[in-house]
């Protein structure tokens, strides 16, 4: 029957959805813009300000981010504000963070125990 989706389509679905937030994260730029929207939302101009590059730059930082659902905005006039709009993906940054850690101890281990 044409247009029923089975599990493994469903589930091939879910495996995309996911794979295009972790690409919308996957630039330094885009992860101090997260990090900054988690003090509270900022325009455009505010937030150009904290990361640096170009206002068309950090436009199209925001607009991929938006379109993996991670930031919303509104406008205020002629200003638009974002916000992060699922507060839990930062639980997921300090999860990175933590992987990090464990990785730099591991391969201090390996270091020390080939005497470098």
Do not use: N
Request: with cysteine; proline share 3%; hydrophobic share 45%.
């Amino acid at each position: 029957m044409q247009g029923t989706v089975t599990a493994s389509e469903a589930e091939e679905a879910l495996y995309e959805a996911r794979a295009e937030v972790f690409r919308a994260l996957a630039h330094p730029v885009r992860l101090k813009i997260l990090e900054c929207l988690a003090q509270g939302e900022k325009c455009v101009c505010a937030l150009q300000e904290a990361v640096g590059g170009s206002l068309p730059s950090v436009s199209r930082h925001l607009t991929q981010m938006k379109a993996a659902g991670l930031v919303g905005c509104r406008r205020e006039g002629t200003r638009i504000f974002y916000f992060v709009l699922v507060p839990c993906v930062l639980d997921t940054l300090a999860c990175i963070d933590a992987a990090i850690r464990a990785d730099s101890e591991r391969r201090a281990a390996v270091c020390a125990r080939w005497g470098r």
